[in-house]
């Protein structure tokens, strides 16, 4: 079992998204294990004072729900930024330019873009 979503081909197992999300986090100097949502014992810190524009895939759960076309024009080009100098053959950067191109697809049609 993993995650998949309903524009492209990028796909995870659960573990896997997680390592990806939180090497991004990591890139913009957030510590996703301690933000509200992802910490284990307390409230962890507010996205509120995150103003990224990678946030909304951050902060979002890892099976199911959307992302916006509006949420996705911000995001797209924000995650090729972030991982332009991982290594090419880099798994997560592999996965990660098919999620902006997935990301992208839904923009030019108008339509969310769903974690499933």
Known sequence: MGIDFSHGDASWAYSGFNRFRTRLASEIGINLYEMEGFTQTEAG????KIT?????????????????????????????????????????KVKALKLADGMEEAVNMGEDFEFI
């Open 45 to 48: 810190k507010s996205w509120e």
């Open 52 to 92: 990224d524009n990678i946030e909304p895939l951050l902060n979002h759960s890892d099976c199911d729900g959307i992302l916006s076309p509006e949420e996705c024009k911000r995001v797209a080009p924000r995650l090729r930024e972030l991982i332009k100098d991982w290594l090419d053959d880099d798994y997560d």
